[in-house]
């Protein structure tokens, strides 16, 4: 067999290997609970009642009333409603299955991707780094946006290079780059700082083109065009709330509230003057609003007047302590949020920030940041969110541990190739370049204001770190044109 079969072979390995693993996530760790049944019921209802809203129950004759709501985009729902349409109303099993394919093809466009910037070897390495990937695999076997939003990320890059090797001109690759860029922003609404990072970079693509003699504005003006494209499916979105509820609101309203809604945030406030780790957002954060809250679950430095408590402290000698506990007391006679109970929430947040406002405006957030990266990705594993603490298994500790481990490793081979690349003066794709590197800290900068820690914030960074690891086995030769091409080079 020559290089280039082996090639294929190799590949073709990944890809079904890359199968498997997502078909045994889907086998042994589906999840449908949370927000996938927010999104699946607005496609059910969207699907049959022709409204885009929630459902709820009359007393009198047993109908459905169905309440129009604009606490979601409708990406992600218009994707459930169609698999429903196809294969059966919450038939969910069918949608973790299309989002299996979308995962193998966010894998294809990244090593493609790579390919053409590194080279075949690089592209064999990315396609087995992706299809192997554990942390994004998971997400597959779970109705959430991330895969999707995964997906546009990879597609959005792929076709950004593509239009650039084609002259940056008017052509499908334009067209491609423009509808991964506005649906990944129908899907999630920060995805609109995708579309910041690569329109400017499509802009200076366009004018740094060899040989371009027109004018600024028609060298720009696929650009400009696109950028427009990309803001028309918000259109409709934003006329409907106009009629619907008499606001302006382009995406989503960051509370996750509609209009008339009570808004609460005394208690994010104080939340975020303690808060790191994804354990304080499922113990603690998520129950507001419904369920009881234990005092016994939140960490030391919430009762402290600044971001640590005293090592050996005990948390009931702390200040803070008997307020909060009053507080929380209170709260869980009625379990639900209330104007006494959150303005209290506020002044304990108060007095906090005032006593330590580094603490609440840079090391806090900061540290939220990184626990959203570096944590282990096991939260829609059955493995407790404080893993590394008794009664929790030896081996489950020792499993988070190493998926720990192996997140980091992703992510030093990420930025390893980073440099790699630039070492290489970003072989002529400086635009490119400066549109993922866009992408990923304006990602960052914004997960710094967010109140809760999730790592599934960070997946977004995946398909980027993925192409950038490229670089560490870029191919001395000349990069290839096409995919075909980069089979036919390890022939040569």
């Avoid at 990406?75 to 196809?86: E, N």
């Avoid at 709330?241 to 309203?253: C, K």
């Avoid at 960052?444 to 999730?454: G, H, P």
């Amino acid at each position: 067999m020559n290089r280039r079969g082996r090639f294929r072979l190799y590949a073709g390995a990944a890809l079904v290997a890359g199968l498997l693993l997502r078909l045994w996530f889907v086998a042994h760790l589906a999840r449908v609970a949370g927000d996938s049944l927010v999104y699946g019921e607005l496609a059910k209802n969207w699907l049959q009642s022709g409204i885009y809203g929630f459902g709820h129950e009359t007393t009198s004759a047993g109908a459905i009333v169905v309440r129009p709501t604009l606490i979601r985009l409708p990406g992600y729902p218009l994707f459930l409603a169609a698999c429903f349409r196809l294969f059966g109303v919450e038939n969910y099993r069918a949608v973790l299955y299309v989002q299996v394919a979308a995962d193998l093809l966010t894998c294809w466009l990244a090593s493609a991707l790579a390919g053409r910037l590194f080279g075949g070897r690089a592209a064999l390495v990315v396609l087995w780094l992706a299809a192997l990937c554990p942390f994004t695999a998971n997400y597959a076997a779970t109705p959430l946006t991330e895969t999707l939003v995964l997906t546009t990320i990879a597609l959005a890059f792929y076709g950004f290079a593509r239009w650039q090797q084609a002259g940056a001109r008017f052509n499908r690759w334009l067209w491609v780059t423009c509808a991964a860029l506005a649906y990944s922003l129908l899907l999630r609404p920060e995805q609109s700082l995708l579309a910041v990072a690569v329109v400017p970079a499509m802009l200076w693509a366009a004018l740094a083109m060899p040989g371009r003699r027109m004018g600024v504005l028609r060298s720009t003006a696929p650009v400009w065009v696109a950028a427009l494209c990309v803001l028309l499916p918000l259109v409709p979105w934003t006329a409907r709330n106009w009629h619907t509820f008499g606001v302006f609101e382009p995406l989503a309203p960051r509370s996750a509230s509609d209009p008339g809604d009570p808004q609460f945030h005394g208690f994010n406030r104080w939340y975020r003057t303690w808060a790191i780790e994804f354990a304080s957002t499922d113990l603690t954060y998520w129950n507001y609003d419904g369920n009881r809250m234990e005092i016994a679950k939140l960490p030391a430095r919430a009762f402290a007047l600044g971001c640590l408590a005293p090592g050996g402290v005990v948390p009931e000698s702390l200040p803070l302590y008997a307020p909060t506990a009053a507080l929380f007391d209170d709260y869980n006679q009625q379990t639900a949020a209330s104007w006494p109970v959150d303005d209290r929430f506020d002044q304990l947040a108060r007095r906090r920030i005032r006593a330590s406002p580094i603490c609440y405006y840079a090391a806090l957030p900061i540290a939220r940041v990184l626990n959203m990266m570096f944590r282990p990705r096991v939260e829609l594993m059955p493995i407790p969110d404080t893993w590394w603490k008794s009664p929790t298994p030896p081996r489950q500790t020792a499993f988070a541990a190493a998926y720990a481990a192996l997140n980091l490793a992703y992510f030093l081979l990420a930025f390893a190739g980073l440099l790699a690349w630039r070492r290489r003066g970003w072989a002529g794709f400086g635009a490119l370049a400066g549109a993922m590197a866009a992408a990923v800290a304006l990602r960052l900068l914004l997960l710094l204001t967010l109140d809760n820690s999730e790592p599934r914030y960070t997946l977004e960074l995946f398909p980027v770190f993925l192409v950038w690891a490229g670089a560490l086995f870029a191919s001395p030769s000349a990069r290839p044109a096409t995919w075909a091409g980069i089979a036919a080079e390890q022939s040569g």
